[in-house]
């Protein structure tokens, strides 16, 4: 069995699936083969397209504009971009073995999981918050977090898209321009 192109009499290009088989006789002396072709175009052009939609869907996951996560409903990681592991320190193979629960800033994660608890009870399908991750070398990452989720036809939660910016150098901005207000 192969998949082969074609090109047809007009110029068209199109695609065969062919299928073959030997053929023998009573006596197990070969006769010849039978065989067959199917037109395959439509699926091999729907399989080509997919793939260029994947492709494309992969870059835009992977620009370094932000960090981009996608997570499942008992908080892991199912699949993160190089921001997110450079933001926070871990490669993707260490972060599929936590969660970003793990991950939270103890001060953050009520806030946070309340808000998540929210999404999955149906009461909302987005949050914005800033949220600060304990970093794998131990430092503090501020971020600003927004969560949306993608639901199933039934209306439950199949999984959660969550962006990060890292805010840090503003926060840490912030509170030097704080600590150095003088009132006159």
């Known amino acids: 069995d192969l ?6 009499k007009d110029g068209q290009v199109r695609w065969l699936s062919h299928a073959c088989q030997a053929v023998f006789g009573k006596n197990g002396e070969y006769l010849g083969r039978r065989g067959s072709n199917r037109d395959i175009t439509g699926r091999k052009t729907a399989e080509n397209e997919l793939k260029a939609s994947e492709a494309r869907f992969r870059s835009y996951f992977e620009l370094p ?4 996560a996608i997570t499942s409903l008992d908080k892991g990681w199912l699949e993160v971009n190089s921001t997110v592991c ?3 320190g871990y490669s993707r193979e260490e972060l599929a ?3 970003w629960d793990e991950l939270t800033h103890p001060d953050d994660r009520e806030d946070d999981v309340s808000q ?7 009461e909302i399908d ?3 918050m800033e949220k600060r991750f304990i970093r794998k070398d131990g430092n503090v990452l501020w971020t ?4 949306g989720c993608v639901r199933k ?16 150098l503003r926060k840490e901005a912030e509170k030097i321009l704080q600590e150095n207000v003088r009132f006159f």
């Open 3 to 8: 998949d082969f192109r074609i090109i047809t």
């Open 65 to 68: 504009l932000t960090g981009i």
């Open 86 to 88: 450079d933001m926070l």
């Open 97 to 99: 073995h936590t969660t």
């Open 116 to 122: 998540f608890e929210r999404i999955l009870a149906g």
């Open 126 to 128: 987005t949050y914005s």
């Open 144 to 147: 600003n977090l927004s969560v």
């Open 153 to 168: 036809s039934d209306g439950s939660v199949d999984y959660t898209v969550a962006m990060l910016q890292n805010i840090s």
